[in-house]
């Protein structure tokens, strides 16, 4: 199964696969970690990049930058999918940011 997702702001990001996260371009980002309630997103070397918010949209909490778990595998690339429709973006929550546009992780 796989669930589309965007960013808070409204850009089409791409998807999760059993637990791991996607672009559109089929570059595996990251992986998601059920956290009680809450879907957390930890970058392949372990560190908290964001959490999936309102059930598809990405959003970073500040308080939980810094936080780390233990790094995994980068899981090969996957095929490109036709990316959906960019959304309305949304208010910012009080303690939150953005998260990081699929760009920033496709130039890594």
């Given at each position: 199964?796989?669930?589309?997702?965007?960013?808070?702001?409204?850009?089409?990001?791409?998807?999760?696969?059993?637990?791991?996260?996607?672009?559109?371009?089929?570059l595996?980002?990251?992986?998601?970690?059920?956290?009680?309630?809450?879907?957390?997103?930890?970058?392949?070397?372990?560190?908290?990049?964001?959490?999936?918010?309102?059930?598809?949209?990405?959003?970073?909490?500040?308080?939980?930058?810094?936080?780390?778990?233990?790094?995994?595998?980068?899981?090969?690339?996957?095929?490109?999918?036709?990316?959906?429709?960019?959304?309305?973006?949304?208010?910012?929550?009080?303690?939150?940011?953005?998260?990081?546009?699929?760009s920033?992780?496709?130039?890594?």
């Open positions: 199964m796989s669930d589309w997702l965007w960013t808070w702001s409204g850009e089409s990001f791409g998807y999760i696969s059993n637990d791991a996260l996607y672009t559109t371009n089929g595996h980002v990251a992986y998601v970690v059920q956290d009680g309630a809450e879907q957390l997103i930890f970058s392949v070397d372990g560190q908290y990049i964001g959490e999936v918010k309102d059930g598809d949209r990405l959003i970073t909490k500040l308080s939980r930058l810094g936080r780390t778990r233990g790094s995994r595998s980068q899981r090969s690339m996957r095929s490109a999918r036709s990316g959906r429709s960019h959304r309305s973006g949304r208010s910012m929550r009080s303690g939150y940011q953005d998260f990081p546009s699929r920033q992780f496709e130039q890594w």
